[in-house]
């Protein structure tokens, strides 16, 4: 599967994006999907995932501001991003995962087969 992330840009602070990620193929329903985050300088880190029946995790950071959601119609997952701070000034990425190597969200980037390009998320202060 291929993973086309869009909808990052620059933001005030408090204000909100909504990231989506494309996913190619007919088996889109079959993926857990996650979003990542890469800061400057820092590690690649967790945000938010969902698997095949809607199940959704997120990191302590973003519970209540952020929501993931897909479409399996549109071959798509979304990160819908409010009251944004600065701290979320990351690239953020998409990633996918057959759910024949397992059921739940996942939280480790190492399992996921299918990354997308990223894209940045600039919030200004």
């Known amino acids: 599967v291929q993973l086309q992330a869009s909808g990052g840009g620059l933001v005030q602070a408090g204000g909100s994006l909504r990231l989506s990620c494309a996913a190619s193929?007919?088996?889109?329903?079959?993926?857990?999907m996650g979003w990542f985050r890469q800061a400057p300088g820092k590690e690649r880190e967790f945000v938010a995932a969902i698997n095949w029946s809607d199940a959704t995790d997120y990191v302590d950071s973003v519970k209540g501001r952020f929501t993931i959601s897909r479409d399996n119609a549109k071959n798509t997952v979304y990160l819908q991003m409010n009251s944004l701070k600065p701290e979320d000034t990351a690239v953020y990425y998409c990633?996918?995962?057959?759910?024949?190597?397992?059921?739940?969200?996942?939280?480790?980037?190492?399992?996921?087969?299918?990354w997308g390009q990223g894209t940045l998320v600039t919030v200004s202060s």
């Open positions: 193929g007919r088996t889109f329903s079959s993926y857990n």
């Open positions: 990633a996918a995962r057959p759910i024949g190597r397992g059921y739940s969200p996942d939280r480790r980037y190492w399992v996921y087969d299918y």
